[in-house]
């Protein structure tokens, strides 16, 4: 079995989400071979001042690791209490952010970056 593919967030994949390019937490699940159950990649090419958009609550219980791949620096916002918020940017190729279930975050590209995220279920 051969696939090929682009996961940028520019590109609109089989299920209409764009980035996420292995899994199957969203409410349009990938097709078969993306689809599986445990785990999502997203790969985001993003421009400088592009962002989350508000404030993004995962509701499954999932663990999530951003990485920096290229470029930065790239700013990722948790909220992990109803009034605290702590902001993390990724500067150098490699930096990551890690943070458990039911975390609230946002972010934005401060300048042209490249990040992927792996999200996970809590076993």
Avoid: Q
């Amino acid at each position: 079995m051969e696939k090929f593919g682009n996961g940028n967030v520019r590109t609109k994949i089989p299920n209409g989400e764009r980035g996420w390019i292995f899994g199957n937490f969203k409410e349009n699940p990938l097709p078969f071979p993306w689809n599986y159950k445990d785990f999502e990649i997203k790969w985001a090419d993003l421009k400088k001042g592009e962002n989350s958009g508000g404030v993004k609550n995962d509701t499954i219980d999932t663990v999530t690791i951003t990485v920096l791949v290229k470029g930065g620096p790239h700013k990722t916002t948790l909220y992990p209490g109803e009034s605290n918020e702590v902001a993390y940017v990724l500067e150098k190729e490699g930096d990551f952010v890690f943070w458990g279930p039911g975390v609230p975050h946002s972010w934005e590209a401060l300048e042209k970056n490249t990040t992927i995220s792996f999200r996970y279920k809590v076993v």
